[in-house]
């Protein structure tokens, strides 16, 4: 029988102080309330992935490189201002919940402005990014708020509180200024590289320079894991689309079951080498590595959203309705796949700076898979059995460090402990 006593504060949701959470504070993890913002990120995530799969199997890279960079930073950054925020001052206050309905309104608007913005690009004329920079607005006006708010109740943190919101004002008046203004495309890309830094300087003054936040590097940790399931989902998504292109193309084949198993294997296999990462654990001993470690984060998010854009390109191909060929085909998931491996230990390096030739012999004989994979395609072997093989890249790294990898990993944190 549970007698833990039952606080009213935990019953009401009346206004609290804005006073900053304990960045140690113990059973720390994501409340429903943050997994139902995630929700509306499914929906972003979903719209970007199938409008650069649609361009991909188009044959227009560039359009289609161009469109979801953009959009997948928009996305990104999106989230990221709302959870670092939450991680430091979650009052759960009635004020925080309804701020933060307006936000995922926001988040709402910015995906529904997704197809306008690829075709602006596509068409070549000029950078229509009009509902997406509207869908800031919203969520910058909600976020200024909760900046102001702490500020004005956590006087120890003013100053960094301030930054917060003055970057994020002074960057969302630079995006307002480029849509009231008619530049080229090539124009607006470098506007928005140019604003785009801005975005990613703020946190950075803020937090080294102004004294920072209270984040929780475990509960910052576990939220950029829930993040990067939100983006195994368009894998999940992209299998299915693959799965219903060979069954309606063929029936209940041997192909059939075998992209079922690629894709669902490829998927299952990057879930699981996420969490090779020692993410939590550095981040609570090392708060200084933080900033590496969450850009790099979405980075990570944008390579496993391609990849699922990747496998909706081979149910374009399977159902004959891409105007590529089998190896550009493959190569659509393969280079993200590849892309988002390296980060993996890029980012493992940084977080635990030791060199480790075991990576070396895991990461040439996931190259050698990826090379495998891309030698298939080129030689006319069946989309599903090229796929198969490709799911086996992510697979090397999971068997390595069941094997072997985790006693290194071990002794590796052991040292940087000391």
């Known amino acids: 029988m549970n007698t833990t006593p039952v606080s009213s504060e935990t019953l009401h949701h009346h206004v609290r102080r804005m006073t900053g959470r304990h960045p140690h504070e113990e059973h720390r993890v994501a409340t429903p309330l943050e997994l139902l913002f995630d929700l509306t990120f499914v929906i972003?995530?979903?719209?970007?992935?199938?409008?650069?799969?649609?361009?991909?199997?188009?044959?227009?890279?560039?359009?289609?490189?161009?469109?979801?960079?953009?959009?997948?930073?928009?996305?990104?950054?999106?989230?990221?201002?709302?959870?670092?925020?939450?991680?430091?001052?979650?009052?759960?206050?009635?004020?925080?919940?309804?701020?933060t309905m307006v936000q995922?309104?926001?988040?709402?608007?910015?995906?529904?402005?997704?197809p306008r913005m690829f075709a602006s690009i596509e068409h070549g004329e000029h950078l229509d990014n009009s509902v997406m920079v509207l869908g800031y607005v919203i969520m910058r006006v909600a976020m200024v708020f909760q900046w102001l708010r702490a500020a004005r109740q956590d006087p120890v943190r003013r100053r960094a509180c301030l930054t917060y919101a003055t970057a994020i004002s002074v960057?969302?008046?630079?995006?307002?200024?480029?849509?009231?203004?008619?530049?080229?495309?090539?124009?607006?890309?470098?506007?928005?590289?140019?604003?785009?830094?801005i975005e990613l300087a703020g946190p950075v003054i803020a937090e080294r320079r102004d004294g920072g936040t209270p984040w929780h590097a475990h509960h910052i940790a576990e939220r950029h894991s829930l993040f990067a399931i939100i983006a195994l989902g368009e894998g999940v998504v992209g299998t299915l689309a693959s799965l219903s292109a060979v069954v309606e193309e063929q029936g209940w084949t041997m192909d059939a079951a075998l992209v079922c198993v690629a894709g669902t294997g490829l998927t299952f296999g990057m879930w699981w080498v996420y969490y090779i990462l020692p993410s939590a654990r550095i981040l609570h001993a090392h708060r200084d590595r933080s900033f590496?470690?969450?850009?790099?984060?979405?980075?990570?998010?944008?390579?496993?959203?391609?990849?699922?854009?990747?496998?909706?390109?081979?149910?374009?191909?399977?159902?004959?309705?891409?105007?590529?060929?089998?190896?550009?085909?493959?190569?659509?998931?393969?280079?993200?796949?590849?892309?988002?491996?390296?980060?993996?230990?890029?980012?493992?390096?940084?977080?635990?700076?030791?060199?480790?030739?075991?990576h070396i012999w895991l990461l040439l004989a996931t190259a050698a898979v990826v090379a495998l994979a891309v030698f298939a395609a080129l030689a006319g072997v069946d989309m599903a059995v090229c796929l198969i093989i490709l799911m086996l890249a992510p697979a090397v790294t999971v068997v390595g460090y069941e094997a072997l990898g985790h006693r290194h990993q071990t002794e590796a944190l052991?040292?940087?402990?000391?």
Request: glycine share 10%; with cysteine.
């Open 414 to 418: 052991a040292s940087d402990e000391h």
């Open 104 to 114: 995922m309104i926001g988040v709402l608007v910015l995906a529904i402005g997704l």
């Open 171 to 197: 960057a969302q008046l630079g995006w307002v200024v480029q849509i009231l203004i008619d530049f080229s495309v090539g124009v607006s890309l470098i506007l928005a590289c140019i604003l785009a830094l």
């Open 44 to 99: 972003a995530f979903g719209l970007a992935s199938s409008q650069f799969a649609h361009a991909l199997a188009e044959g227009h890279y560039a359009a289609a490189l161009l469109g979801f960079g953009f959009a997948s930073f928009a996305i990104c950054w999106a989230w990221v201002n709302f959870s670092w925020f939450s991680s430091a001052y979650d009052t759960d206050d009635w004020i925080f919940r309804l701020v």
């Open 292 to 358: 590496v470690w969450g850009y790099g984060q979405m980075l990570i998010v944008t390579a496993i959203v391609a990849t699922g854009a990747g496998l909706h390109v081979a149910a374009y191909f399977i159902e004959h309705k891409a105007h590529i060929g089998p190896v550009a085909t493959l190569l659509t998931a393969a280079i993200p796949v590849g892309i988002y491996l390296g980060l993996i230990y890029a980012l493992y390096y940084y977080l635990v700076p030791r060199f480790d030739p075991f």
